[in-house]
């Protein structure tokens, strides 16, 4: 097996991944006229915000592990993890330009937003735990989608633009796609470069699927929350109704 | 207090620190003509092994630290730590080049050497639990002597010179001067910059002074230990009598 | 509101939890005469062996945490985490009386079985991380449904019994429902004990919430396993066709 | 070598430890008719409080090493830390009754005393590395000497007695001797039943010898600081001149 075979190989296991995903019931909903509304992007954002915090922090631990480790692989996560650190302000920038958070950025706090979802929270643990147990290669199966994702949510950004969501309030959807261009070809490569053996791979697959899946189990609970909202059976993101 | 006035004078205390280390009965013993030899560098390495083995990872810690911090400052740690990596490495190759590592740098186990002294358990254990508690800014005050601390070791060079360590056996402690003189500007810029109340600097100092302390310790260490293995009171480092 | 009205609800909720989760499908089959076999009794305890290998750790993490912590619920912590220590072993036992395992137990590796499923890998993650942020109280609802699940899962051990499971290698299931009920009731007196305000009950309730529908994927994941081993699609568990 | 042998051992290598540690200066002015004063025994039991307070956390943290351990020590570890639980508060309530604290038990809070001395720190940053890294039965070595302490501290106690400190007001040291009588026979048991290898013992020993000559480290400290207080080049500790 060579590797670059196998990068193309956990592409098309990506996108078999991604295809799976859809889930009918709710994309039906979201494609009907009138049935969503900017608040939906709201709470997509503030989920956003919630992982994306902890992401170049897990990111690091890896580099943190006690074992040896190749000092190349202990660079390229310390340096993704640098690149990373702060994203999650994009989110509170684009709550903020889109009319949801009425503070300076400046004065933001976490205590500004409800927590995290039950479904973000279990990503979040689980992200923290593949990068401190198991095989430290693995996050790199993260990155693998997380990097490239951009290009599977193209459809996304173009409903929060119908929804009337500004450009300029869409910054960690845009300029992470173009952030992340050059952070997915570094992930490729950090692939190819590090893992070694099956298991490797075999670990690194099974982190892009799990945290694939969960990911997708936020994005229902940000849909499910919106139709609750939406019906008036839960007061969580009342702040959102101006 | 303005902040540049406060680096000068943690510069005083590190002075006042240094001064009172200096252990005159060991100093008096190392100075003795024909007292020590080349062995008394290969434990000295074999110590700094150990402890540059965990500041990297130690020095990430810190911007995995759950409460918010300012971006600015976990790309320092983060960077910090990216050039940090692997320097232990420099000490195994020291090692190899004095002539007390017979295999190849590639092959080389953590095993290949004696597990580390008391006293670098207890540095290691500090630079840990600096990192991962209390204040986050804290562990500045290791970096502020540690990027400074070849100023103070000339004399040690000169000595290890005197014992007949040739210069390419000296890596570690030469080509990290150079390295440090931009990361000792670097730490005082970063000190200046995030330091904002008294109990910062309070307790960068701290950190500083305990970490220094802890280092004088293992120095010490380090001396008695190549006094048994003189005086043939310990085989922990029998094989470095070749 | 009062606390015993509490318990009460958190009951009916659990309730209801444990009515949405019934899938549907996979029950439908389960019941099918003749398609399922002891084969899924096997899967079941190897995923089981997994999650409990880290109760009684992440239970005794709950009390090491850095803040104050009433005494009381420390100890509460350390005992329940005593007694439950070692109970992975049982699902051991009832693998080798089974007849799927043929080491001795002294012998026995984690290595003997294969990995964690990525669905226990999400539970165990989610477990530690609840364990280790947030409310400290709020794992104690992971033990609400925990100690009392059984409960729930009689018709599962009557199904388990039609495979031909004998009663000796049921040791998990049927000592710990004796155990389990005592544990049950002390869980109830600590939620009442140590829960104090809305939030402290709002964190119990979403941690139940949440490790339960974690814990009913691994249940799915479990059968979906069978299906792929009956089908012969995956080699996973190859050793158990014996 | 036996293993009973080995404690006996153990037990003179402690002895020939606590030989060494006597500090001549330090102990000829402690002796001085008049030099100390009760406010040296304020500054003990706030040290005391620091590190004890992490005492049953890091035994605790013991048990929650990811390796597979031996279910009964496993048990050993939660048992020991659940007994060790909340003692910190008897050197509060000491500090009450000597007379150096005004508020009502139930209302202190850790901010209302100093912060640990730096080689407080020091001894909690070990306790929490042994107890998290290496050898897990490392830590029965602190256990080893900390439970029989209070043989060789019996003149510590007479001493505050002479100083006017009221028995009411020792209970973290009267009581403790007494609970520890029996603490000390658990840890020769258990070190008798888990230390297996050599390196096993050895480990057992560093920690031991580590951890005693930090702690008296923290004695040298909470004397120097006394002095410091006496001649009121300090003002820390203000506070305790009532």
Known sequence: MTA??????????????MGNLANGDNLEKVLTPGFVDKRLY???????????YHNARNQALVA???????ARYMKYCLKHAMEETGHELMA?????KAGFLQKELK?????????????????????????????????????????????YLAPLMEMFTHLGVEKSAMTFLTDHSTIDADHAEEVDRAINMFAKTEQDWEDIENCMRTSLRLKARVMDSVFEEFVKLKKGISNRYDFLNK
Chains 1, 2, 3, 4 share one sequence.
């Not at 709201?42 to 994306?52: K, V």
């Not at 973000?120 to 198991?134: D, K, P």
């Open 42 to 52: 709201a709470i997509y954002l503030i989920e956003t915000y919630h992982y994306t």
């Open 64 to 70: 943190t592990r006690p074992e040896k480790l190749d």
């Open 92 to 96: 509170v920038h684009d709550l903020k």
């Open 107 to 151: 004065e933001f706090r976490d205590t500004d937003l409800p927590k995290p979802l039950m479904t973000t929270e279990v990503l979040i643990a689980y992200l923290y735990r593949v990068s401190t147990t198991g095989n430290p290669l693995a996050r790199l199966g993260y990155s693998f989608w997380a990097e490239r994702v951009y290009e």
């Open 4 to 17: 670059s075979k196998t990068i193309a190989e956990l592409k098309l296991i990506l996108d078999d991944e």
